[in-house]
T-cell receptor, first 110, second 115 residues
Framework: EDQVTQSPEALRLQEGESSSLNCSYT??????LFWYRQDPGKGPEFLFT???AGEEKEKERLKATLTKKESFLHITAPKPEDSATYLC???????????FGKGTKLSVIP | EAQVTQNPRYLITVTGKKLTVTCSQN?????MSWYRQDPGLGLRQIYY???????DKGDVPEGYKVSRKEKRNFPLILESPSPNQTSLYFC??????????????FGPGTRLTVL
């Protein structure tokens, strides 16, 4: 059974204070690892897909990295508008399902 | 505009009264899925469909039905809703390139309350 654990559950940062969110996973053959952003009361918004260990992707202040056991979402010099819940999900080989973690709620204080 | 739409966005109903939540996508995606999101439990998959007339159970299918008669539509049916189905529901879709599924695009959500 695929499992995803995200940490921390919640994170408060001062504006400009860089940090990282963690996503640990167990899956029988990784087909893809996905990062989403979710604002309160809205549907998750796609950020990145990572397919293999060593892969990195960037978008504005966000950078996602992947190892064989975990993924990190690095946030550089965050702004208040980066406040949201960040979700990680995995898809295993031979599976058509996504397994989501419970998310990290990020608050960026001006 | 490429999007996934859900209706209704909010619904309050009573136990046992059959209801349908519609989902439609305009991106010609093969794959569609339904999730529910509950505090402390995260997003859990209810049912998914890999193409027209092909559906399968997710992690929490009990109490739900789905059908996929057209590529763009994937309605979620609650034949006899119960209070434990009070939740925030999301529909999602993605294309299938044959080596796995691409990122899923989510609808805006349907907040369901069953009294």
């Amino acid at each position: 059974e695929d499992q995803v654990t995200q940490s921390p559950e919640a994170l408060r940062l001062q504006e400009g204070e860089s940090s990282s969110l963690n996503c640990s996973y167990t899956v029988s053959g990784l087909r893809g690892l996905f990062w989403y952003r979710q604002d309160p009361g809205k549907g998750p918004e796609f950020l990145f897909t990572l397919y293999s260990a060593g892969e990195e992707k960037e978008k504005e202040r966000l950078k996602a990295t992947l190892t064989k056991k975990e993924s990190f979402l690095h946030i550089t010099a965050p702004k208040p508008e980066d406040s949201a819940t960040y979700l990680c999900a995995v898809q295993g080989a031979g599976s058509y399902q996504l397994t989501f973690g419970k998310g990290t709620k990020l608050s960026v204080i001006p | 505009e490429a999007q996934v739409t859900q209706n209704p966005r909010y619904l309050i109903t009573v136990t046992g009264k059959k209801l349908t939540v519609t989902c439609s996508q305009n991106m010609n995606h093969e794959y569609m899925s339904w999730y529910r999101q509950d505090p402390g439990l995260g997003l859990r998959q209810i049912y998914y469909s890999m193409n027209v007339e092909v559906t399968d159970k997710g992690d929490v299918p009990e109490g739900y039905k789905v059908s996929r008669k057209e590529k763009r539509n994937f309605p979620l049916i609650l034949e006899s809703p119960s209070p434990n189905q009070t939740s925030l529901y999301f529909c999602a879709s993605s294309s299938n390139r044959g080596v796995g599924y691409n990122e899923q695009f989510f609808g805006p959500g349907t907040r369901l309350t069953v009294l």
